[in-house]
């Protein structure tokens, strides 16, 4: 059983830049693939970015390459997403989920575990 917590949302404008944490619970955050999805109003939720356990391999929304990056620190069961270069249309509430597939997972079925969400919100 693993625990998410997401932190970091918040109002920005746009052009400007957010981070957002994930903590995990538990001693076995290393052996979960982490992943960001997003789910805007009245929109389906949809992958964003995913880690590799190792955090040497990474995926992204075409989107938002070259603007967020992914990573995470095993020492503090911590995954993070930078987000830089906003824009309004990253608008949505922003999750963390984990996975037990061996190879790197983008699609939400994937994930077993899921945080609560943190909003972020792109004023133009």
């Known amino acids: 059983q693993v625990q998410l917590v997401e932190s970091g949302g918040g109002l920005v404008q746009a052009g400007g830049s957010l981070r957002l944490a994930c903590a995990a619970s538990?001693?076995?955050?290393?052996?979960?693939?982490m992943g960001w999805f997003r789910q805007a109003p009245g929109k389906e939720r949809e992958f964003v970015a995913a880690?590799?356990?190792?955090?040497?391999?990474?995926n992204y929304l075409d989107p938002v390459k070259g603007r967020f990056t992914i990573s995470r620190d095993n020492a503090k069961n911590t995954v993070y997403l930078q987000m830089n270069s906003l824009k309004p249309e990253d608008t949505a509430v922003y999750y963390c989920?984990?996975?037990?597939?061996?190879?790197?997972?983008?699609?939400?079925?994937?994930?077993?575990?899921w945080g609560q969400g943190t909003q972020v919100t792109v004023s133009s």
């Open positions: 880690i590799s356990r190792s955090g040497i391999t990474t």
């Open positions: 538990g001693r076995t955050f290393s052996s979960y693939g």
């Open positions: 989920a984990a996975s037990t597939t061996i190879t790197i997972a983008t699609q939400k079925s994937d994930y077993r575990y």
